[in-house]
C-alpha cells in the first residue's frame, strides 16, 4: 500500500503522510511509525497526521496553518510535542557528566532553572540542542529532539558508562511521559485555573512539578519554541489525553501541529536541527556563542572547545542570518547570492510570515555579509529577488521574565 506524500506548508521537509484510509492495516514500513499518548485524540480533532522524526503527529487540524499561526500569537494554542526524548541523570555525579558532554554552565543552575545548550563533537560540531534543567528534586531534567532520539541516548548511556567505569555515581532514566506544550499569550491565564501553585512566580526557563487541572506529578517548565510565553507540561502518559481535554474546554485553547510550530518558531529566529544546526556548524556559526558558559570558555573542558574558542576569538568564515525577502516565498537550500550575483551561501529555512505578511528565512553567509541591512539576492525558481540580512527574532518575543 502507498503512503500518501504531504509537502507540509512552510515545513521545508516532504513528510510522507499516513495512508489516506486510516482504517486499513499499516504496511511493515509504516507500523514503525510510533505513535503518542494522544494519537486518537488528534484523529478524534481532525488532525491530519504526517510522519515527522519517525512518530506520526498532526501537522494541522480543521484549521488553517496560518489560523493557526496567529491564533498562538493573539490566544494560546495546544500543541503535542511527546515525540522529544526526555530523560533524567541522577546521582551525585550529574552535573559532570553533562557538562562532559555539553558547552553550558550547569554548575551554576539554580534550583529548578534551565538553560538551553548544546551537545558538541570534538570537531566543534553541534550534535543537537536541548535544554538542561537542574530539578530541586536532584536531578538533571533533560529534553532533546525526537530526530537524534537514538544518537543523543547513545551518546548520554555511553557517558553514563563511562563515568559509572571510573567509579563516578550517575544514571540516566529515560522519562516515559507525555509533554504538551501550551503557548501563547493568554497561557499561563488558562493554566492558573487549574494549579495551585502562583504562575507569576515562575520565570522564563524555569520549572517546578505540581497537580494540573488534577492531574498529579506534572512538571510545568516556563519555556516552548514559539517565542511567545508559554509552558511545556511533562504529564504522565495515562493522563495526556485528560489533560489536554481539561485545557482544550477553555475557549482560548486551540489545537495546533507541525506548520503552526516551525512558522512560529522561524519567526522567532529559533533553530531547527538538522536544518539550520547540524553536526557540521559550529555553535559560533550558528550565531549561538550565548551558550557558552564563561566558565566553560575559561576551562576549555568541553568537546570541540579548541576549536570554538578559536573561532570565538578570531575570525568565523560564515555565520547563521535573518532574510526578509521580496517575491516569492524562500524555502530550504534555495541559493543566497551577493549583489554581484555570486553563490555565497544557502538558505536553511523559509517561510512567509503570517504576522509581517513577507518572507522570512535563515542561512549561512560569509561573515562580510552577516551586517544587518547588508542587501543580498536569493534565487527561488531559477528567478533572483531581493532579500536583506535582518535582525532576529522577526517578530519580537514575549518571554516572561521577572521583573
Known amino acids: 500500500m502507498q503512503r500518501a506524500m504531504t509537502v507540509v506548508p512552510h515545513l521545508g521537509l516532504r513528510l510522507q503522510a499516513l495512508p489516506l484510509a486510516l482504517g486499513r492495516p499499516l504496511s511493515r514500513a509504516q507500523d514503525v511509525l510510533r505513535r503518542t499518548p494522544l494519537y486518537d485524540f488528534h484523529l478524534a480533532h481532525g488532525g491530519k497526521m504526517v510522519a ?12 488553517s496553518h496560518v489560523d493557526s499561526h496567529l491564533h498562538t500569537r493573539r490566544h494560546c494554542s495546544l500543541f503535542d510535542v511527546s515525540h522529544m526524548l526526555q530523560t533524567k541523570i541522577l ?14 554552565d550547569i554548575a551554576e543552575l539554580r534550583p529548578n532553572q534551565g538553560t538551553l545548550s548544546l551537545f558538541t563533537n570534538e570537531g566543534g560540531g553541534i550534535e543537537d540542542d536541548l535544554i538542561v534543567t537542574s530539578t530541586s528534586e536532584g536531578y538533571l531534567y533533560v529534553v532533546s529532539n525526537a530526530g ?7 551518546l548520554m548511556q ?8 571510573m567509579g563516578s555515581d550517575v544514571s540516566l532514566e529515560v522519562v516515559d511521559n507525555a509533554l504538551l506544550a501550551l503557548q501563547g499569550p493568554t497561557a499561563t491565564q488558562v493554566l492558573q485555573a487549574g494549579v495551585a501553585d502562583d504562575l507569576r512566580k515562575l520565570p522564563f526557563m524555569t520549572s517546578a512539578v505540581m497537580e494540573v487541572f ?3 506529578g506534572c512538571r510545568v517548565t ?9 509552558v511545556e507540561i511533562s504529564v504522565p502518559a495515562a493522563a495526556a489525553v485528560r489533560l489536554a481535554a481539561a485545557l482544550l474546554e477553555n475557549p482560548e485553547v486551540k489545537l495546533a501541529g507541525l506548520a503552526a510550530r516551525d512558522s512560529l518558531r522561524l519567526e ?11 553536526e557540521h556548524t559550529t555553535p559560533v556559526e550558528g550565531s549561538l556563542s550565548w551558550t557558552l558558559g564563561k566558565r566553560r570558555r575559561a576551562a576549555m573542558d568541553f568537546p570541540g572547545a579548541s576549536v570554538i574558542i578559536a573561532q570565538l576569538k578570531g575570525k568565523v568564515q560564515r555565520r547563521r542570518v535573518g532574510l526578509t525577502c521580496e517575491g516569492a516565498p524562500v524555502r530550504a537550500h534555495s541559493p543566497i547570492l551577493n549583489m554581484e550575483g555570486t553563490v555565497i551561501g544557502t538558505v536553511t529555512s523559509g517561510c512567509p510570515s503570517p504576522c509581517l505578511k513577507k518572507n522570512v528565512a535563515m542561512g549561512y553567509v560569509p561573515s562580510e555579509y552577516s551586517r544587518p541591512g547588508t542587501p543580498l539576492l536569493v534565487e527561488v525558481r531559477r528567478k533572483q ?7 532576529m527574532p522577526f517578530v519580537t518575543t514575549n518571554y516572561y521574565t521577572l521583573k
Open 52 to 63: 515527522f522524526a519517525g512518530w506520526s503527529l498532526p501537522v494541522q487540524y480543521r484549521d
Open 385 to 391: 529577488q531581493m532579500a536583506v540580512v535582518s535582525k
Open 222 to 230: 516556563r519555556c516552548g519554541y514559539t517565542g511567545e510565553d508559554g
Open 214 to 216: 488534577g492531574v498529579s
Open 268 to 278: 522567532a529566529g529559533l533553530c531547527l536541527y538538522g536544518s539550520d544546526i547540524d
Open 158 to 165: 555511553g557517558k553514563v558508562r563511562e563515568l559509572q567505569n
Open 91 to 104: 546521582g551525585c555525579d550529574r552535573v559532570k557528566l553533562m557538562e562532559s558532554l555539553v558547552v553550558g
Open 148 to 154: 537524534c532520539w537514538d544518537k543523543d541516548l547513545a
